[in-house]
């Protein structure tokens, strides 16, 4: 299914990786970060929400690697953060999108102020549609279940397609196949 995923997301815009290893997906990530420019000042911060990924981490050892990369999040941090990073629930493969309980307002901020989005969802988690992913994730137990389909975008101005004006220019989907589902 991941490659059924991968085809659809990268059709509306996401790009997407994979890793065996948390190790080789935490590597990617930070390469990723240092390569944007992410740094420790306005408009180039990182935000990383906190998750069973991060479980292990040494966070400051991280925020040393990466200046500029933080896990303390507010509103304002993540209205000037270039990235924000987040896990997600599971992924679709007959749409490529992705699925997270983000009741927390944590989740929303990190996934939606920064110009981008990058997104760690576990290989097991790719279900087939949304009708398996409501047998997983129930409703009424969550109060905002976000689905995510590619970079943001509007074409409601003139018929001229915009991207990122109401939420992430770039989505970078990190599939990690030692992550359970």
């Known amino acids: ?26 590597e990617f990530i930070l390469s990723f970060l240092k390569n944007e420019g992410v740094a420790d000042k306005n408009k180039s911060f990182a935000l990383w929400k906190d998750s069973a990924f991060l479980k292990d981490e040494d966070k400051k050892s991280l ?26 629930s599971y992924a679709l493969a007959d749409t490529g999108s992705l699925v997270s309980d983000q009741t927390s307002i944590n989740e929303r901020l990190v996934s939606t102020l920064p110009a981008i989005h990058i997104a760690i969802v576990g290989t097991s988690s790719i279900l087939e ?19 995510i389909t590619g970079p943001s975008r509007t ?18 989907i990190v599939f990690v196949d030692e992550m359970e589902g």
């Open 63 to 88: 925020s040393e690697r990466i200046p500029g990369l933080k896990f303390d999040i507010t509103r304002q941090l993540a209205a000037d953060s270039a990235a924000g990073i987040s896990e997600m």
């Open 155 to 172: 074409a409601d101005i003139e018929r001229v397609l915009t991207i990122g004006v109401h939420g992430p220019k770039r989505l970078i």
């Open 1 to 26: 299914m991941y490659e059924k995923f991968k085809l659809r997301a990268e059709a509306v815009g996401a790009e997407v990786h994979r890793f065996r290893t948390k190790s080789d997906a935490k």
């Open 129 to 147: 549609d949304k009708i398996a992913v409501f047998k997983k994730l129930r409703p009424e137990n969550s109060s905002y279940i976000a689905f």
